[in-house]
């Protein structure tokens, strides 16, 4: 699972795209936030090309899935309170049939500062 | 509502074994996953547990459920300075929930000389 970029620090309202690729044919991707002291938490998630579904943080997130292997994580409007790491994360199971486990794998992560 | 809560750290000698403790409130999920952080990097599967398995085994690592009381341990035995990290426990997926995960906060696992 590739991230890109790995690095970045902009300012307050400026609009910017993470990207992340997985070349495993993986169905399902998210992206999660982590902060000090908190778990991962997630932001959206998508079971597929073409959807898109929010998680426990989405507000000021906006993500798409146009091809399979890409999910991209977009802020319309930068935030000093979006600083963080941001991960991705993609799994060959949905999740939602239950059985074989497909855990999730996850990228390197983007630290993102926003001033 | 779903939450998993983890000691923040743990500091052991090199060659001791290492617990690490996690507890949930939600029992709906399928597998409780350990992750392991080291500084700059990604999350890394270390392990998981079926829900409904009491143990299981992988080298130097072993982990045990106690379904009753909600809390999985990691057991390193023979730690290496290595294996300092960050630790995260997790659940997941839920019935009809994908595969969202629930995690903890992270155990930062030190090991001293």
């Known amino acids: 699972v590739t991230q890109n970029p790995r690095y970045l620090i902009t300012v307050t309202g400026k609009k910017l795209t993470v990207t992340c690729s997985q070349n495993m044919n993986h169905e399902y991707m998210s992206w999660y936030r982590q902060d000090p002291g908190m778990g991962l938490r997630l932001i959206h998630y998508?079971?597929?090309?073409?959807?898109?579904a929010k998680g426990e943080v989405p507000d000021g997130y906006n993500v798409s899935r146009l091809k399979k292997q890409n999910f991209l994580l977009g802020l319309e409007s930068a935030a000093p309170s979006q600083t963080s790491v941001y991960f991705c994360?993609?799994?060959?199971?949905?999740?939602?049939?239950?059985?074989?486990?497909?855990?999730?794998?996850f990228g390197d992560g983007t630290r993102l500062s926003i001033l | 509502g779903e939450d998993v809560e983890q000691s923040l750290f743990l500091s052991v000698r090199e060659g001791d074994s290492s617990v690490i403790n996690c507890t949930y409130t939600d029992s709906s999920s399928t597998y409780l996953y350990w992750y392991k952080q080291e500084p700059g990097a990604g999350l890394q599967l270390l392990t998981y547990?079926?829900?409904?398995?009491d143990m299981k085994q992988d080298q130097r690592l072993t982990v045990l459920l106690n379904k009753k009381d909600k809390h999985l341990s990691l057991r390193i035995a023979d730690t290496q300075t290595g294996d300092s990290a960050i630790y995260f426990c997790a659940e997941g997926p839920f019935s009809g929930g994908y595969n969202k995960l629930i995690f903890g906060a992270g155990t930062r696992l030190a090991v001293h000389p």
């Open positions: 994360a993609s799994s060959y199971s949905r999740g939602d049939q239950g059985g074989d486990n497909q855990p999730q794998h």
């Open positions: 998508s079971v597929g090309e073409g959807t898109t």
């Open positions: 547990i079926f829900s409904n398995m």
